[in-house]
């Protein structure tokens, strides 16, 4: 019998929250994949289309992602996800990307989201391909461009 995915929420993130999501670790091997919650929080400041959210499991944050929905047309860029280093293997990051996608399916025009990985991240490659993202390539950069269709909703 599958184990139930954990309950978690996804909330805006608040004045109160900041020092708990600043707490938030990555595994050594994970630090050079994602940008920091700091540098997260900072670019957020500065980007009034970024989206930043606390992932919460019991009212404690577990994780931290960031999107836009707005730059684009079309597309929502999903842009940071990282799930604390204590908390990881736990089911969150699926959860928490069940929920974003979710968020991102209300905003009406939005057809497609799109996600951007180090090719080495392999569990993040594994997660995302299994919730239905697409590989287009590399970018410029050498990062995986993934995306994921979203049929309009009626």
Known sequence: MPLEPPIIQ????????????????????QVRMVASVADSLEEAETDEDARPRAILHDGEPVGFLMYDATSADDVAQLYRFIIDERQ???GFGRAALSAVIAEIRREPHVLKISICYEPENLAARQLYLSAGFVEQGLDEDGEMIAHLPLPPSF
Request: with cysteine; glycine share 4%; aromatic share 0%.
């Open 10 to 29: 996804l909330c805006p993130v608040t004045a109160d929250l900041v020092p708990k999501l600043l707490d938030l670790r990555l595994r050594p091997d």
């Open 88 to 90: 990881q293997g736990r």
